[in-house]
């Protein structure tokens, strides 16, 4: 049934979208473009082993679909080392495109620091035509590449998931200024609320449980327990 004009003034949700994309592997396939001489990186981790004593130890199953050099190097204190080279780039990028792909996260050694680099390389992806485009520094501006580079991916890997559902959600309610619904919020994994154009894959995977808890203790507190 159509909701009357003006009717909702605004919904604000959780959801499991990107959990359940993430668990089952249902993202969207990614390409990883990471400094030349660390492709494996993220492969390799931390090196961290929640299981200390296996003998036999299981990687995770790396979430993006294919991974290739990026041709640049910048020092530690974020000066250039190898200037990007942008054709290399370019070919690499064209090259996945072909094979399908239209999703690319971009991590540079340091490119917390100097984000010359990774920029560059995301105006190249989408003149080849990627729609969605994650470069490490816009993802999460710190300094561990690998962690750095796992949020990067996560984030390539869920936004177009999430973007399908969000504008989903928004036809369903009409929303905008002149339709049944006026505004349109998502739970973030940090427990705040986001407008639904700025929701992203990043800060999605938690969602629905981190709404699940901030509705427990808004529940209790109305119930007289602190």
Known sequence: KDFPRHGI????MGMTVATNALLERKGTPTLLLITD???DLLRIGTQARPRLFDLEIRLPEAI???VAPLP???A?????????DEDATRATLQDAYDEGLRSVAIASMHGYLNPAHE???AEIARDVGFTQVTPSHEASALIKLVSRGDTAVVDAYLSPVLRRYVDQVASALDLGP???CERLFFMQSSGGLTDASLFQGRDAILSGPAGGVVGMVRTAEA???D
């Open 72 to 74: 640049e190097r910048l």
């Open 223 to 225: 119930a007289g327990f």
């Open 119 to 121: 920029k560059r390389a």
């Open 178 to 180: 002149q339709g049944a």
């Open 76 to 84: 530690a204190d974020g000066s250039v080392l190898t200037p990007l």
């Open 37 to 39: 001489g660390f492709t």
């Open 9 to 12: 003034d605004a919904v604000k």
């Open 64 to 66: 993006y679909a294919r």
